[in-house]
């Protein structure tokens, strides 16, 4: 068995989160955009709306077959690197690539069906290798990480350095976008993502298990098991919830800032620090994208240091009320009279920052006690299949989201009538409370063992 990974191997492995987020925010930003653009945007159509709702709805329902496959795949695997690393090294650069294909599409010339073909079998492919190689990557978490403390350490630097991924993601592509245009911003996101990832694997490669025998069990069986896993089924639906919310507030913050903050205007002018900037709606999208990031870089060691006193579900579950009562604020941006709807927009936007903060942060670890838990149950562990069973709820309701912020629109999306895009506040808080309520039967604490489970186990669990 390998050694307890050193603090700085942990900071090498979570920068894999840098380049991961950097990716996954980006769709989450700008894909809507290009293929569906608000009505007011000097932009064609290349999809519609609903039309890319549903491709995406049914490559979610993909996506259920193939998470659970390839998490048991990799449970069962047995190399000279691990049952993880092969896995990651393989499919990283294909997960590259064909992000960088979904922001070349062929352009509304040739035709909405070539471009739903296109969309359709490039998204496809690229959600596939990053489960190939995500999902094993994060399955080294409980591996490599068997104390509470290095659990927390590495999802706190995770979360950090994710938010720089984030802060590339949803600032800065935005300025790229407006100066070169989406193939550049994508060319240059997959090669930071690729080099990201890469340095991950390399950081933990020395302390990947491979002494860990492969799981006995057969995928339906397996999958079974971890359903019947009570502080599993408590944990995933909430965060899955609270992750759809968070993905189309920002996925709608380009309509934000088209429609409610430019309103008829094409650009806006920002004095800072003596200098002027003439912002686009790629611009004001990164700005209102930095002030949700700042505050949760901010928050963070507070977010850490409450998680050791009071353990990370506790906080876990108030970050989630929290947005519960902070998103639907959003709905009040450039409302405010006589004040600049860009600052008032910031001053909104940052408490929802706080709240993401709290939740984002330990997914991952509460996920780590959860399989241990499954290990004291069933004698096996199966990181990946776990990991892969979540991804598929989440990417399945996630596929959702593009629906749900097309149903919203239809009440309005254009600067003289934008109140569809004023309630997905409200509808994300919807999300959030939802996630807050049913997280309540979770009871694991930090340190699994026999002895906490047997002390903490509600009677008759």
Same mark, same amino acid.
């Given at each position: 068995m390998t050694s307890e990974i050193p603090v700085l191997n942990r900071i090498v492995y979570a920068s894999a989160s840098l380049g991961g987020n950097l990716l996954s925010r980006t769709i989450t930003l700008w894909f809507v955009f290009l293929y569906a653009p608000p009505a007011d945007a000097d932009m064609p159509t290349i999809v519609p709306r609903f039309t890319l709702g549903a491709i995406l709805l049914a490559i979610g329902i993909e996506d259920a077959i193939d998470d659970p496959l390839i998490g048991f795949w990799s449970d069962r695997t047995r190399t000279r690197w691990g049952r993880r690393l092969p896995f990651i090294v393989i499919s990283?650069? @294909?997960?590259?690539?064909?992000?960088?294909?979904?922001?070349?599409?062929?352009?509304?010339?040739?035709? +909405?069906?070539?471009n739903v073909l296109y969309v359709t079998a490039i998204v496809m492919i690229q959600r596939i290798m990053g489960t190939l190689s995500g999902g094993p990557l994060e399955a080294l978490l409980p591996e490599i990480a068997r104390s509470a403390e290095s659990r927390v350490s590495i999802v706190v630097w995770q979360v950090f350095l994710g938010s720089l991924g984030a802060v590339f993601a949803?600032?800065?592509?935005?300025?790229? #976008?407006?100066?070169?245009?989406?193939?550049?911003?994508?060319?240059?996101?997959?090669?930071?993502?690729? +080099?990201?990832?890469?340095v991950g694997v390399w950081g933990v490669w020395p302390y990947a298990r491979v002494d860990v025998e492969p799981v006995r069990f057969g995928i339906v069986e397996s999958v079974r098991q971890s359903l019947r896993n009570d502080q599993f089924v408590a944990f995933l639906p909430t965060f899955v919830f609270f992750n759809t919310a968070v993905t189309m507030l920002l996925t709608a913050l380009p309509f934000f800032a088209e429609s409610v903050i430019l309103g008829e205007r094409d650009s806006m002018e920002?004095?800072?620090?003596?200098?002027? @900037?003439?912002? #686009?709606?790629?611009?004001?999208?990164?700005?209102?994208?930095?002030?949700?990031?700042?505050?949760?870089?901010?928050?963070?060691?507070?977010?850490?240091r409450l998680a050791v006193l009071r353990g990370k579900a506790a906080v876990y579950s108030t970050s989630m009320l929290l947005g519960a009562l902070v998103f639907p604020l959003l709905f009040f941006m450039g409302l405010v009279p006589e004040m600049n709807k860009l600052a008032q927009s910031l001053l909104f936007i940052a408490p929802a920052g706080v709240a993401i903060t709290g939740v984002f942060a330990f997914p991952n670890a509460l996920m780590a006690d959860i399989i241990d838990y499954d290990a004291l149950r069933t004698g096996e562990r199966r990181e990946a299949l776990y990991y892969g069973v979540q991804n598929t709820v989440e990417k399945t309701v996630g596929s959702l989201t593009t629906g749900i912020l097309a149903l919203l629109l239809l009440a309005g999306e254009t600067a003289d009538n934008p109140l569809g895009i004023r309630l997905v506040g409200p509808a994300a808080a919807v999300l959030a409370l939802m996630g807050y309520l049913l997280f309540r039967g979770y009871w694991l604490s930090d340190a699994v063992t026999e002895e906490t489970v047997r002390d903490r186990a509600p009677t008759g669990g």
């Open positions: 990283t650069p @294909f997960y590259a690539l064909f992000f960088f294909l979904i922001f070349t599409p062929p352009g509304a010339d040739h035709g +909405v069906w070539v949803l600032v800065v592509t935005g300025f790229i #976008k407006d100066a070169w245009g989406f193939q550049v911003m994508a060319a240059i996101v997959a090669v930071l993502a690729l +080099v990201s990832r890469y920002l004095s800072f620090l003596g200098l002027s @900037f003439d912002l #686009k709606e790629g611009g004001v999208s990164g700005i209102l994208a930095g002030a949700a990031i700042l505050a949760v870089i901010v928050a963070l060691p507070a977010v850490y």
